[in-house]
């Protein structure tokens, strides 16, 4: 049996490596949002101090054209975090029904599921996350 309370163990560092790897993401995507915002404030007042908002024209601040740059390419990282968040809660919920396999698979051959109450905390943990 000591080989299924590894096997336990490892599905049950795999579903925590998951969900670190969610909150890291959420994380990521949050703070890229306020830089976008923060940019674009500071994009609004060079506008506003130059009185010009037409990019292609001769005068716009360049600090504005690099900013929206720089804004341009948040945007396309932010899109593919959300594909990347899109990716790992898919590996999260595989990882969480590889996990409830082992534990019954621990239940059914009389194990004790030792592990079973940290797991219902971790899951619990992630409800609020999501």
Do not use: C, W
């Amino acid at each position: 049996m000591k080989s299924r309370d590894n096997l336990l163990r490892l599905k049950h560092f795999q579903v925590e490596d998951k969900t670190r790897q969610l909150a890291q993401i959420d994380m990521m995507i949050a703070e890229f949002e306020k830089m976008h915002g923060d940019l674009q404030a500071q994009i609004n007042i060079e506008e506003e101090k130059a009185g010009i908002t037409d990019t292609s024209h001769f005068a716009y601040p360049t600090f504005a054209k690099a900013a929206r740059a720089r804004q341009e390419n948040l945007e396309g990282s932010i899109r593919d975090l959300k594909d990347k968040r899109v990716n790992a809660e898919a590996a999260l919920v595989e990882a969480d029904e590889e996990l409830k396999k082992a534990q019954k698979l621990e239940q059914r051959d009389g194990g004790t599921g030792i592990l079973e109450d940290t797991v219902d905390d971790l899951a619990e943990s992630r409800a609020m996350i999501g």
